[in-house]
């Protein structure tokens, strides 16, 4: 007998992408009795789940946003390359290269394979494990950035045009818009790459992430709170804050501000525009039209599923190369660098005791 | 590496909000930049160098026979602008290892190539560049580089990185052309300064500053000569063997926007004087009829009708090359009079001077003038010189007293710069009837001026506070707060939703002690406005 074609035991439910066989749903959007988390970022990992299966630095970024309680009734933490089979479905984690923990899942059942590959990239980030190709029947990708205007640049130029402005207004901060979790962190060590050994000040909403980073051994040397800095001493500093907040109230504390912000979208002039932009970083968490091609041929399924973002240009691209292509359309998908409110700050209080 | 170069300044500018750092950029060009790439991105940016060679078409058919229909399709209904489409989808090509272009380099190709060889000339370009760079080239060669930084920035910032007074550098601005070599020779201390000859240059202007009432008991009034302030835009006329040019105020050259005034400018001078819209019967339209005519690329013959355009004038700076600007300006105001006597040109007159005795006669005269191509009066000294700049105590400025009413907060937006964490733009309303026998607020006009910082602290907390939704950047807020808005005028407007447009309004005062309700009504609004063209109270 021919292993079943995923279609038969892996749906598209209003919690997720289901596994009928297995019982569980990974990235659920609701809460769900069984769940596989790919990462850490909001919209893919929600609170108030059963039992979570995830990467130990995935679980604690999650016990350390949600708290405790919230992140999983139960946690059960799988490292890369450990198998667990559950209901006669074998799960094992691949990493995926886009934030700290991040893990593409890999499914087998009755010898039919599929690689839910969450959000991922293909450059380099020292801050994360490199994403592992794995061969597979059906290949569940993201397309965010899928068009082909959307070439991310190497990061480490993007950062040398960061150092040059401050080279000249060094008389005013610099503070870069990162998303708390994987941007800010390889803005930061990219930034010590590129020899910028002096301090980081930190919007507080994240710091606490920049702690767990450096407990879970990635080294971000040192980070201070900007938000207790006189502003005379952020002359010339360069400072990392949530998009939200750079053009913002919380802003105007900075001396002259040059307002970065560190995404792949910052590639379209009229998106930096609008955000009032004085300085566009392309630097991206994930995977850059080039790069979802590339690890589409790459992993050789004959069927790829598209969880969100520019389906119809990937699956067109998919097409003239014999690939079959599906759109899933999953819902809650991709809010993760598209967010508008500000994270709250941590109470002056809680701050004062930190410090 | 120049167009990749250029590129990054020209990113760097388009997205810069500040004056001061886009000085500092343009400062580092002319600093770290060889000849004549420093001078050939200036004139790129000054729009003094400006290529045709290139359609849109061409640039879209270049990109179409190198990618699928389908993505170039969805990316540019993704991207909107065509050049930046094809300058992100561009496929780079393996194993391209040529150099990219110099800026000098393009220029000098583009004149050699015939048109038959610029598909391949361009395409061979863009391999070699990256996004950024290749955008520039697209806008460059198709003659849609928008900046965002004016010609007389650029000038601030040469006169700033030279150490020269920009003035000194606006007067031979115009008699040089790029790469400017003999000028960045003089700037940077190596030869003379460039001699303009005969080329039609731009004089820098002489300056008003404003006169506080206060400060009119201190003036002599036989030292002082008067005139009407014309609400048109400034501009200084230079005819002559090497050309006839239009000047606006900062040096920019007009001439393009108003062909029947250059073609009246038969004459060898160089005159100061106002554009206005003038009817037949001589009457001066109010300034919202001269923006129709400003900012276009083509003049039609029907704006030439509709908008029929003259200049009133009232200095002569140079005569057949004689300069009369260091010659009191009783005697440059005799010799103009000489002028237009002999020389008589069409759609020109002399603004007219205003006898008057004391200063309090000539107070009435101001507050009687309530035309709205009228803003005051001008105060200039019997025995000034004609000196480039705002040199205090020569020239002054007498606006009449504004125009109040007090309106509704109906939208707020942030600012720019410095002030893009405030919201500091308001749009305001009155109320007229709903047609339901109800009362509905309609919004009148905009204003982001006039209040102090700390007004501007209170503001913005109060909108954030009373915001009852949101369209992108603009916050619309509960109709409860007043604000006191003064302006120059009121015109009737068909483009404007209440039929009325102000001029030039600003924030007097918050006024927290006003009811909504009793803010002022349109109707009240109407009767300031100043019906049909207006006439000067003389």
């Known amino acids: 007998m021919p292993p079943p074609h995923p279609e038969t035991w892996l749906r598209v439910t209003p919690e997720g992408l289901h596994c009928l066989p297995g019982g569980f749903t990974v990235d659920p959007v609701r809460p769900v009795e069984r769940a596989v988390v790919t990462h850490g970022h909001a919209d893919h990992a929600r609170p108030g789940h059963g039992s979570v299966l995830a990467t130990p630095e995935t679980l604690a970024i999650m016990r350390a946003r949600m708290g405790e309680g919230r992140a999983g009734a139960s946690q059960q933490p799988l490292r890369p390359g450990e198998e667990v089979s559950h209901n006669g479905v074998r799960i094992r984690l691949a990493p995926a290269g886009h934030v700290l923990g991040s893990a593409q899942v890999c499914l087998e059942w009755k010898a039919s394979r599929v690689v839910v590959s969450g959000d991922y990239k293909r450059a380099r980030d020292p801050t994360c494990a490199p994403f592992e190709p794995v061969p597979c029947d059906v290949f569940v990708t993201e397309a965010t950035f899928g068009l082909p205007i959307f070439r991310h640049p190497p990061a480490d130029g993007e950062i040398a045009r960061l150092l040059r402005s401050v080279e000249l207004f060094p008389e005013r901060t610099h503070v870069v818009g990162c998303y708390a979790l994987g941007k800010c962190q390889r803005v930061i060590a990219l930034l010590r790459e590129a020899g910028w050994d002096r301090p980081i000040h930190l919007h507080g909403a994240l710091m606490g992430l920049c702690r767990l980073y450096e407990e879970l051994g990635v080294p971000l040397g040192d980070l201070r709170p900007a938000t207790v800095a006189e502003k005379a001493a952020l002359r010339g500093a360069v400072v990392l804050a949530p998009p939200s907040a750079v053009a913002d109230r919380w802003a105007r504390r900075l001396a002259e501000p040059v307002v970065a912000i560190a995404s792949g979208w910052m590639r379209v002039r009229q998106r930096a525009r609008l955000r009032g932009v004085e300085l566009p970083l392309v630097i991206s968490d994930h995977a850059d039209w080039a790069e979802l091609n590339a690890t589409i041929d790459e992993v050789g399924a004959p069927e790829v599923w598209v969880t969100h973002g520019r389906d119809d240009a990937l699956i067109h691209a998919m097409a003239q190369r014999g690939v079959r292509g599906r759109a899933l359309h999953l819902i809650g998908l991709g809010d993760d660098e598209e967010e508008d409110a500000a994270p709250a700050e941590p109470a002056a209080a809680q701050e004062g005791a930190e410090a | ?538």
């Open chain 2, 1 to 538: 590496m120049s167009v990749p170069a250029f590129a990054d300044l020209l990113e760097r500018l388009v997205f810069t909000p500040g004056r001061n750092a886009k000085i500092a950029l343009l400062r580092r060009w002319f600093e770290t930049q060889p000849d004549p790439e420093r001078g050939l991105g200036l004139a790129a940016l000054t729009d003094e160098l400006v290529f045709t060679a290139a359609k849109p078409a061409l640039v879209k058919s270049l990109a179409a026979a190198r990618t699928d229909p389908v993505l170039l399709a969805l990316s540019h209904d993704y991207v909107g602008d065509l050049a930046e489409t094809v300058a992100l989808i561009w496929p780079q090509r393996e194993g391209v290892n040529a150099p990219p272009p110099d800026l000098s380099e393009v220029v000098e190709t583009l004149e050699v190539t015939p048109k038959a060889e610029l598909p391949a000339l361009i395409a061979g370009w863009l391999d070699t560049l990256d996004a950024s760079g290749r955008y520039a080239l697209i806008k460059l060669l198709t003659g849609e580089l928008r900046v965002g930084a004016s010609a007389r920035l650029t000038r601030l910032a040469l006169a700033d990185w030279a150490g020269k007074p920009v003035e000194e550098i606006e007067e031979v601005w115009h008699g040089v052309a790029p790469p400017y070599l003999p000028l960045f020779r003089w700037l940077e201390g190596k030869a003379e300064r460039p001699d303009p000859r005969d080329a039609p240059v731009f004089r820098p202007l002489m300056l008003a500053h404003p006169l506080e009432d206060a400060d009119v008991a201190k003036l002599e009034p036989s030292e002082w000569r008067a005139e009407w302030k014309w609400d048109g835009i400034r501009v200084q006329l230079t005819g002559g063997p090497g050309g006839r040019r239009i000047w606006s105020r900062g040096g920019e050259d007009v001439s393009g926007a108003f062909p029947e005034i250059t073609e009246a400018m038969d004459f060898h001078a160089v005159l100061d004087g106002e554009l206005l819209v003038i009817r037949e019967d001589g009457q001066v339209a109010p300034f919202a009829d001269l923006q129709q005519r400003l900012n276009r690329k083509a003049v039609t013959p029907r704006m030439q009708r509709d908008y029929p355009v003259g200049v009133r004038l009232y200095d002569l700076l140079f005569d057949n090359g004689e300069d009369l600007r260091p010659l009191p300006l009783d005697e440059r105001r005799r010799r103009l009079e000489e002028w237009m006597e002999r020389v008589r040109p069409a759609r020109m007159d002399l603004s007219a001077p205003i006898a008057f005795a004391s200063f309090t006669q000539l107070a009435e005269i101001r507050a009687g003038a309530r035309a709205a191509s009228i803003e005051g009066l001008m105060l200039k000294r019997a025995d000034s010189a004609y000196v480039a700049g705002r040199q205090k105590g020569l020239w002054w400025k007498w606006k009449r007293d504004p125009l109040s009413i007090d309106a509704v907060m109906m939208y707020a937006q942030r600012g720019h710069g410095k002030r893009s964490s405030f919201y500091s733009d308001y749009t305001f309303g009155l109320w007229r009837p709903d047609g339901n026998g109800g009362e509905e607020l309609v919004p009148v006009g905009k204003a982001y001026s006039g209040y102090t910082d700390q007004e501007l602290v209170w503001l913005d907390r109060w909108i954030r506070n009373h915001t009852v939704s949101r369209f992108g950047p603009v916050r619309e807020v509960e109709k409860s707060l007043v604000l006191e808005v003064i302006f120059d005028a009121a015109q009737l407007s068909n483009r404007h939703k209440s039929g009325v447009a102000l001029r030039f309004p600003r924030i007097l005062r918050i006024r927290k002690d006003k009811p909504a309700a009793e803010a002022d009504r349109l109707e009240n609004l109407m009767n300031l406005v100043e019906k049909g063209t207006a006439e000067a109270a003389d």
